[in-house]
């Protein structure tokens, strides 16, 4: 069992910045890909990055490309999201998911992860 917490959330205003961050208790995830999704009102969860096991592997919806980071500290069991550039239309509840497969590299797809967290609220302000 892996428990995940999402934290960093909050309300910003267009152009600002704000660092989530996801960490893991119960079984370490240093071995599995993780990925951050988002899900705004009436919207389905969709991806927004994806980082391999080792973190030699990213990946970026093309919306975020150039503004948000990914990147992961496995010594800390910790996956953040580093969001610059904020837009009004990146308002979304943020989750962090862990996929099963060990040393695997990343995936995108919501089926391909077996645990979530509880979201973080994201909204920003134009």
């Known amino acids: 069992q892996v428990q995940l917490v999402e934290s960093g959330g909050g309300l910003v205003q267009a152009g600002g910045s704000l660092r989530l961050s996801c960490a893991a208790s119960?079984?370490?995830?240093?071995?599995?890909?993780v990925g951050w999704f988002r899900q705004a009102p009436g919207k389905e969860r969709e991806v927004v990055a994806a980082?391999?096991?080792?973190?030699?592997?990213?990946f970026y919806a093309d919306s975020v490309k150039g503004r948000f980071t990914i990147s992961r500290d496995n010594a800390k069991n910790t996956v953040y999201l580093q969001m610059n550039s904020l837009k009004p239309e990146d308002t979304a509840v943020y989750y962090c998911?862990?996929?099963?497969?060990?040393?695997?590299?990343?995936?995108?797809?919501?089926?391909?992860?077996?645990?979530w967290g509880q979201g973080t609220q994201v909204t920003v302000s134009s």
């Open positions: 980082i391999s096991w080792s973190g030699g592997s990213t």
């Open positions: 119960g079984r370490t995830f240093s071995s599995y890909a």
């Open positions: 998911g862990v996929s099963p497969g060990e040393y695997s590299d990343y995936a995108l797809l919501i089926a391909e992860y077996d645990y």
